[in-house]
């Protein structure tokens, strides 16, 4: 069990420039399976429009890979599948990523949100990399963060923080925490 957890550990932190891509991985698995998981993350990453306010998420079904998550961007659930498709090893892709709905209200709580979690002196360096590590996914009205955060203190407080917006009608604070 303390093996699984550190290589879940392990993992999380790789995804600390993707933000959320949970993918089961065990130390049993081979070599083959879990390169093709680097590749798929790298791929993601690389995604020129991918930013604070998309999740891109994954999983492998032995060849297949199953994308998910939600995007603002239409082109953005092509690209993602077309640098998928494009990896070696890969025998088909699944994209089951959502484009959320174009919103000017959405838009201004986005831009709200992020203020008002960046802003934090406490969550201000999670703002440094080049794809933060906690996303913003506003849907009608609606907040979700999606991500990892470093400690139980930086995930509850970007929850409050992103409560406190207003015309934000709900929360819900899926931030994974890193240690």
């Given amino acids: 069990m303390a093996t699984y957890r550190r290589i879940a550990v392990a993992l999380l932190a790789m995804t600390l420039g993707l933000g959320s891509l949970p993918v ?7 070599k083959a399976q879990q390169n093709l ?4 993350r790298h791929q993601l990453v690389l995604l020129p429009y991918y930013s604070v306010f998309d ?4 999983r492998l079904d032995g060849s297949k890979v199953v994308l998910m998550g939600q995007v603002v961007r239409p082109t953005l659930k092509s690209d993602a599948e077309a640098a998928v498709k494009g990896i070696e090893g890969v025998s088909s892709v699944q994209n089951d990523i959502e484009v959320l709905p174009n919103s000017p209200m959405d838009d201004q709580l986005r831009r709200a949100v992020y203020r008002a979690i960046y802003s934090e002196p406490g969550l201000s360096r999670y703002a440094l990399s080049a794809v933060p590590s906690i996303h913003i996914i506003v849907k009608n009205g609606n907040v979700s963060l999606e991500g990892v955060a470093d400690n139980e203190t930086d995930k509850n407080l970007a929850g409050i923080r992103a409560n406190g917006v207003p015309n934000v009608f709900s929360v819900k604070n899926n931030l994974v925490v890193s240690k």
Avoid: G
């Avoid at 089961?24 to 081979?30: G, K, R, V």
């Avoid at 998981?37 to 798929?40: A, D, F, P, T």
């Avoid at 999740?55 to 994954?58: E, Y």
């Fill in 55 to 58: 999740n891109l998420s994954f």
């Fill in 37 to 40: 998981i680097k590749e798929v």
């Fill in 24 to 30: 089961a991985s065990t130390a049993q698995e081979p």
